[in-house]
């Protein structure tokens, strides 16, 4: 059992997982990413695909937007470690399971998870409880960010090594912080060791994204604002590569919704893939 100081994860992080496990129970092969993980930490009721924001129809092109930019982020972080990059830092990972679905990746890696003590305290009881443990290769790097917290700090008391490349990736994170607050993150990693990259989601202004989405994406503007954590960044790709360069990174690159597409949902019949002009990622890289 988990003690009280262990929180379960907010809303936003148990959807994405519960919506990576309905991609492998809700559509056709070729799956674009098998991840169950999440949803064995959850445990929900036996009723948990019946909930509103699970229906099948309804979040089609949200899940295939949280599994495109995961399996994108997986395939960096493989490419990456076989270039010899031996550091992976996930900023804001709630129920991120690369460690535990990966490990012959992973395990070659030090692979630094960073979030808040309550919900990583949970994650972590809930890995021991289902027995896929904590190895000494995983680090947990609890940060409290609204008492000010530095992610930096905290990954140097985990064993992170500045003298060496690390990728470091953002997923699902942008949109909650204000653009100074995004500026400084982009900050921080370019200062990492030569041959480091970031990898980061970012969410279009609302009235450019595929109409067919829209609805959705307004639906949960409206839900983070009312949970208390309203989106409050928006950025084109024309704006997230000049923020990265200002920051220091000698490449920036703007990977959208129709690469991803073409990358991973060429071929399919059932029309699934992930909508245009929401949420797509910045690829941004230090001198090597």
């Excluded at 993980?37 to 949280?66: H, V, Y």
Aim: aromatic fraction near 8%; charged fraction near 25%; include cysteine.
């Amino acid at each position: 059992m988990t003690d009280g100081h262990d929180i379960a994860p907010d809303s936003t992080a148990a959807r994405v997982a519960l919506w990576r496990a309905l991609h492998v129970q809700s559509d056709s092969l070729p799956h674009v990413l098998e991840d169950e993980i999440g949803l064995k930490l959850l445990s929900p009721d036996e009723n948990w695909r019946s909930r509103g924001d699970m229906d099948p129809q309804f979040t089609r092109p949200f899940r295939a937007s949280i599994v495109a930019r995961a399996r994108f982020i997986e395939d960096l972080v493989v490419e990456q470690a076989g270039r010899g990059v031996g550091q992976y830092v996930i900023l804001g990972a709630g129920l991120d399971s690369f460690a535990q679905r990966r490990p012959e990746i992973a395990s070659h890696l030090k692979v630094f998870e960073i979030d808040q003590p309550g919900p990583q305290a949970w994650k972590r009881q809930r890995l021991i409880e289902l027995g896929f443990g904590v190895p000494d290769w995983l680090r947990f790097v609890p940060v409290d960010f609204e008492a000010g917290g530095s992610w930096r700090e905290g990954l140097m008391s985990a064993g992170f090594d500045e003298s060496q490349p690390a990728i470091v990736v953002s997923t699902g994170v942008s949109m909650y912080l204000s653009k100074e607050a995004n500026s400084a993150t982009l900050r921080e990693v370019a200062a990492l060791a030569r041959g480091s990259t970031l990898a980061m989601t970012f969410l279009l202004p609302l009235e450019l994204a595929d109409p067919e989405v829209r609805p959705g994406l307004e639906m949960a503007e409206k839900g983070a604002r009312a949970s208390g954590t309203p989106f409050v960044s928006f950025f084109t790709p024309a704006e997230i590569r000049e923020m990265a360069c200002e920051a220091g990174f000698e490449e920036a690159r703007h990977v959208s919704a129709a690469d991803l597409t073409q990358r991973y949902f060429a071929g399919r019949t059932d029309g699934l893939r992930p909508p245009n002009n929401a949420e797509e990622l910045l690829v941004a890289t230090t001198s090597s």
